[in-house]
């Protein structure tokens, strides 16, 4: 069972859940229209999930017959593969009768007209109680704010920002968002702060993240959630090089970095738009884990 | 759905480094060290040797984080286990610990300062 004291946040592309927090990403997709997330822990595999967008609405409990049918073709008869098809909390599954099979499962999201497949392949942890608090624990990804929370980030973020970049490199993790007008935000997660932090300050540390070339400047100290020590750094850029650098209007950048001592982590959130689009409250929709 | 990756994980687990014990090690000050590997000299580069000044040796230094991995590496203490000590020691992940430990071991390995030992599978035991 996912223990209630550990669960996680897992927000991706069309999805949300509350996993185990020892489930990690090991694979992933960045587009919205086709793509996978796999997630394991030192036994092995324990989720993938699976979406593509959809012409039309697909009938999805034989779309799942379909599939455990091409999986294990003289396992089970059709009339088998029904009998243990069930619905659960909008999904249809298919509950394998041994602990070695995999378990399906699928739903038709149709704001997104995304088909969302999920499969939790046989693993020691697997319980059938596991599978239902999973799958009950979804909860879509619509609406003006998405949730995005992976690989020990977990932010909301306008819709229209996408999702751009992806650097899950150990103890350096970076989600980055763009506006289609250029705008991005930008969330840092790094590890072995004690380490990282015996030569450097928060500026110094993130001056060495950023880019050579950014003047960053500190404009104030304050607590995230009251709690954490960290600074809001700002910088300014104007143009992309060359005669933009003359002629286009001054964006600016905030960064918000902080240090959470208890986790050895150190987090930052970097904010780069032009003054009329910035958005003041966004270290407020960034959770610590 | 294939078990053989998970398998191979799980065997990749159970390895054990050791250091190699031709390898002379000599602390330096905050807590670095300085790993000196003898090479030997084989066909051409035997003869090459006589008349060209070759390096008897090759010199690794470790800061401090790496000498203490490198202390862990006693032929006893599994993979799995160093990955624990290293995700408690930094409040890491997992994945993450594991994958700092493949990056720091992987040149070391390709050096021969480590080498790796495996219990032999049982099925080649039996047959």
């Avoid at chain 1, 992976?150 to 993790?173: K, N, S």
């Avoid at chain 2, 159970?14 to 790993?35: C, F, Y």
């Avoid at chain 2, 006589?50 to 490198?70: I, M, Q």
Wanted: overall charge positive; hydrophobic content about 40%.
């Amino acid at each position: 069972m996912i223990s209630p004291a550990t669960p996680v946040a897992l927000a991706w592309h069309h999805l949300q859940f509350q996993i185990p927090a020892t489930w990690e990403i090991v694979a992933y997709k960045k587009n919205s229209g086709d793509g996978q997330l796999v997630l394991a822990d030192r036994h092995g595999e324990t989720l993938q999930t699976y979406w593509r967008t959809v012409a039309g609405t697909p009938k999805v409990s034989a779309l799942i017959q379909h599939l455990v049918a091409e999986n294990f073709p003289n396992r089970f008869s059709e009339s088998k593969i029904r009998a243990r098809l069930q619905s659960i909390a909008g999904w249809d599954v298919f509950l394998p009768p041994t602990a070695d099979l995999p378990v399906f499962a699928g739903r038709y999201l149709p704001d997104e007209r995304a088909l969302l497949e999920v499969t939790l392949p046989p693993h020691p942890d697997r319980t059938p109680a596991l599978v239902h608090e999973l799958l009950q624990s979804y909860r879509p990804n619509t609406g003006p704010v998405r949730h995005w929370a992976a690989f020990g980030i977990d932010l909301a973020v306008p819709a229209d920002y996408e999702l751009d970049e992806v650097r899950p490199w150990p103890a350096a993790q970076v989600l980055r968002f763009e506006h289609r007008r250029g705008y991005s935000i930008t969330a840092h997660r790094y590890g072995m702060a004690s380490r990282q932090l015996a030569n450097n300050t928060l500026e110094s540390f993130f001056a060495r993240v950023k880019d050579r070339g950014t003047r960053l400047y500190k404009k104030r100290d304050f607590l995230k959630d009251n709690r954490y020590p960290g600074v809001e750094l700002g910088y300014g850029t104007r143009g992309t090089g060359g005669i933009t650098a003359l002629l286009s209007p001054r964006w600016h950048g905030t960064v918000w970095v902080w240090r959470c001592d208890d986790q050895q982590r150190i987090y930052a959130l970097d904010h780069h738009a032009p003054p009329k689009q910035a958005l003041p409250d966004l270290i407020e929709k960034f959770r610590i884990p | 759905m294939s078990k053989a990756p998970d398998n191979q994980f799980r065997w990749q687990l159970g390895l054990r480094p050791v250091r190699n014990q031709a390898v002379t090690i000599e602390q330096l000050a905050d807590g670095k060290s300085r790993l000196t590997v003898p090479l030997a000299h084989r066909g051409w580069s035997r003869l090459l040797q006589r008349v060209l000044p070759l390096r008897n040796a090759k010199v690794v230094e470790l800061d401090d984080l790496g000498t203490e991995l490198l202390a862990w590496c006693d032929g006893q203490t599994t993979f799995e286990t160093m990955i624990d000590r290293y995700q408690q020691r930094w409040n890491l992940s997992f994945f993450e610990a594991r994958t700092l430990l493949i990056q720091f071991f992987r040149p070391l390995i390709r050096r021969n300062i480590i080498v790796i030992t495996a219990d032999r599978p049982a099925e080649q035991e039996t047959s």
